[in-house]
């Protein structure tokens, strides 16, 4: 572990520490999931894993990036965000928190006044001149095998499409990012293609694909994103959809998949 990613280390630490309101102390109780990711990036950088260690270290600059870009116009919800990742009782805390983080974020910078969902309903409530769009965000845990990616993608949708608020005024964001580490094939043409086809079979406005990306060189991060447009859609899911990614636009490392005739 040279100088440099001692450094980093601590940076990270202290940053969520400062956010958490916690010690991030590993011997302690509270936000386990989290402890868990800086302990594998302690292990990765004492055994030299150069590559594994850049990876979280820039997955967690993400999200502090993000909690910060949130913080600042939705201070309600990074304190019930910080209860949810603090809290070791809740299952997979951290990593809703932190899809849901992700996606807020996005909408943010795009623009967009964000309102926290109601309890029983959609994470999110975007209010647009045309109307109201929900938005509804998950994760998954994918594997290198394509295949079975695929069905976890339509299990999600299809699960989360049983909600009361799902219809042509929502739209569900799907972050698949842990199946990543480089660049990223996990959706090629002909697998979106059939992902367009299944959004297209169910009642969603549209469904929102992301992944964290790190560049090639190793030194860069972004999240990229895919659209689906669902078989019937809002006036405002239409203006929202153009205005946080507009139709055919390439993003980096993914290609935005049109809508089937």
């Not at 990036?65 to 939705?74: E, F, M, P, Q, R």
């Not at 409530?125 to 095998?145: D, K, N, Q």
């Not at 993003?251 to 005739?261: M, Y």
């Given at each position: ?15 969520l520490s ?8 590993p ?33 967690l ?30 299952r ?10 992700a ?16 309890q029983?309903?959609?994470?999110f ?5 045309e ?10 845990h ?8 695929f ?11 049983t ?6 005024a929502?739209?569900?964001h ?11 094939d ?12 299944l959004?297209a079979?169910?009642s ?6 992301s ?8 030194n860069?991060y972004h999240?990229?994103f ?35 005739a």
């Amino acid at each position: 572990m040279n100088v440099n990613h001692i450094a980093a280390f601590g940076v990270i630490v202290q940053a969520l520490s400062e956010r958490l309101r916690d010690p991030m102390d590993p011997r302690q109780p509270g936000a386990a999931e989290l402890k868990a990711q800086v302990s594998d990036l302690c292990g990765y950088l004492a055994d030299g894993q150069v590559d594994e260690a850049r990876w979280q270290l820039m997955r967690l600059e993400s999200f502090i990036s993000d909690w910060d870009v949130v913080a600042a116009k939705l201070p309600e919800y990074i304190a019930e965000l910080r209860r949810r990742i603090v809290r070791d009782d809740v299952r997979s805390g951290y990593v809703g928190a932190r899809s849901e983080l992700a996606v807020a974020a996005f909408l943010l910078s795009k623009g967009l006044s964000v309102e926290r969902g109601p309890q029983e309903g959609a994470d999110f409530v975007i209010v647009r001149p045309e109307g109201t769009v929900l938005v509804e965000s998950t994760s998954l845990h994918l594997s290198a095998e394509r295949e079975e990616n695929f069905y976890e993608f339509e299990s999600a949708i299809r699960q989360k499409g049983t909600e009361p608020y799902c219809g042509p005024a929502a739209v569900l964001h799907v972050d698949y990012t842990a199946v990543l580490r480089r660049g990223g094939d996990t959706l090629q043409v002909s697998f979106g293609e059939r992902l367009q086809k299944l959004v297209a079979a169910t009642s969603w406005g549209a469904v929102m694909a992301s992944a964290f990306f790190v560049s090639s060189q190793g030194n860069r991060y972004h999240r990229g994103f895919l659209r689906f447009d669902g078989p019937e859609q809002t006036p405002a899911v239409v203006d929202f959809l153009d205005v946080v990614l507009p139709p055919g636009a390439v993003w980096p490392g993914l290609v935005s998949i049109p809508p089937t005739a």
